[in-house]
Structure formats: structure tokens, C-alpha cells
Antibody
Framework: QVQLQESGPGLVKPSETLSLTCTVS??????????WNWIRQPPGKGLEWIGY???????NYNPSLKSRVTISVDTSKSQFSLKLSSVTAADTAVYYC??????????????WGQGTLVTVSS | DIQLTQSPSFLSASVGDRVTITCRAS??????LAWYQQKPGKAPRLLIY???TLQSGVPSRFSGSGSGTEFTLTISSLQPEDFATYYC??????????FGPGTKVDIK
């Protein structure tokens, strides 16, 4: 059974960098069959795709966040990570990691982490 | 970016009702559309992908249809555990992958 688990600080100060890690168990981030995504959801609002990384290290980001986002993968630890720089209160959200299937995620995101709330506040 | 709209935004229904939610895309996305169910405090759950393919483990009362710009999610007989918010997502053109604004299904 594939499981994803987000971890990282729940509180980040404005202008600092948000850093989260997603640990994958029961599966491998080294599989060429999947893409590893980050999605966020501000409190009471809808879902926003942040970006993905493929096992090879290739990435794709939401243009609205591209200048501030970096996603990386550590296959030895079966983890992938998100860094979002220069955060503001607008980045306060529940952050999810999720596995995407099919060529270029075409078959949707079938496994999700439980989500972690990150609050941006001084 | 491809924009998705959902209608209705909110619907009130009773157990046993047939429920239909519509998702419209701002341009054609062939059949690259997924549907998710989200309950409060939980991660979204994949219900349907490729517009009409039922995800493994999802009850058969859920079905999806459509292609191009108009899609529907149907719940044939609403059950108590189906009260939730439903999102569509386009996977045809990116970046970015986009989600619809959601449809909340509440108890009448």
C-alpha cells in the first residue's frame, strides 16, 4: 500500500523560505511510471497545483509560482521536497504531496498525503 | 491557462437522490479530466480519470462522462458518505494543471 507523508515546519515567517518533504512508502520515487506532485489549498478555498518532479529530476512548475518554487527528489531516501521562497500570508495553506499516474500525470493523482498546514506569520 | 467552471457550486440533496455535477473547460481538453471527492480535513480522493474511468475501489454509483469542453460526474444514488466537496481537474494542457472551484454536496 503506497503511502505519502508530508513533514516540515507548520509556521514560517514572512519573506523566509517554506520547506516541506514528502516521504513515500510502499512504492518508489525511482519508478518511471509516476510523477511526484505538490498541491496546496488555502483555508476554505480550492486546490492549486504547485508543480511536479519526475524520477529523472525533470520538473514542471505552475507559472504563477515558478520564480519562487524548487522541487527536488532524493531517490535514496524515497523522498521529494518543496521549497517556496519569499513567502507571504497568501502562501498560508494546507500543502499536499501526491502521486500522478500516466504519461505526464494524464491519469490523475491517485495517492495523496494527509496534508500539512503551513501558516505564514511573524 | 485552461479555466474550469463547475455547476452548481452548491447542491442540497437527499439520500437516494441522483446527483449530477457539470464541469466546463475554457478550451478543449479531449478526455484528460479527473474528478476528486474531498471531505473536511481530508485529502482529495481520486474517483474518476480519463473522464469516465472509475478508479479502483470507488463504488460503481459514481460515473463520469464527456469530452472536449463539457463533462459530468453522476452519483446514481447518493449515500450518506457521499456528502463532500467534488473537484474536477484538467490534465490535458500544462503548466499548470488546473482544478475547478468545487461543488459542495450537502444534506437536504
Amino acid at each position: 500500500q503506497v503511502q505519502l507523508q508530508e513533514s516540515g515546519p507548520g509556521l514560517v515567517k514572512p519573506s523566509e523560505t517554506l520547506s516541506l518533504t514528502c516521504t513515500v512508502s510502499g512504492g518508489s520515487v525511482s519508478s518511471g511510471s509516476y510523477y511526484w506532485n505538490w498541491i496546496r489549498q488555502p483555508p476554505g478555498k480550492g486546490l492549486e497545483w504547485i508543480g511536479y518532479i519526475y524520477y529523472s529530476g525533470s520538473t514542471n512548475y505552475n507559472p504563477s509560482l515558478k520564480s519562487r518554487v524548487t522541487i527536488s527528489v532524493d531517490t535514496s531516501k524515497s523522498q521529494f521536497s518543496l521549497k517556496l521562497s519569499s513567502v507571504t500570508a497568501a502562501d498560508t495553506a494546507v500543502y499536499y504531496c501526491a502521486r500522478g499516474r500516466g504519461y505526464d500525470n494524464s491519469n490523475g493523482f491517485d495517492y495523496w498525503g494527509q496534508g500539512t498546514l503551513v501558516t505564514v506569520s511573524s | 491557462d485552461i479555466q474550469l467552471t463547475q455547476s452548481p457550486s452548491f447542491l442540497s440533496a437527499s439520500v437516494g437522490d441522483r446527483v449530477t455535477i457539470t464541469c466546463r473547460a475554457s478550451q478543449g481538453i479531449t478526455s484528460y479530466l479527473a474528478w476528486y471527492q474531498q471531505k473536511p480535513g481530508k485529502a482529495p480522493r481520486l474517483l474518476i480519470y480519463a473522464a469516465s474511468t472509475l478508479q479502483s475501489g470507488v463504488p460503481s454509483r459514481f460515473s463520469g462522462s464527456g469530452s472536449g469542453t463539457e463533462f459530468t460526474l453522476t452519483i446514481s444514488s447518493l449515500q450518506p458518505e457521499d456528502f463532500a466537496t467534488y473537484y474536477c481537474q484538467q490534465l490535458n494542457s500544462y503548466p499548470p494543471f488546473t482544478f475547478g472551484p468545487g461543488t459542495k454536496v450537502d444534506i437536504k
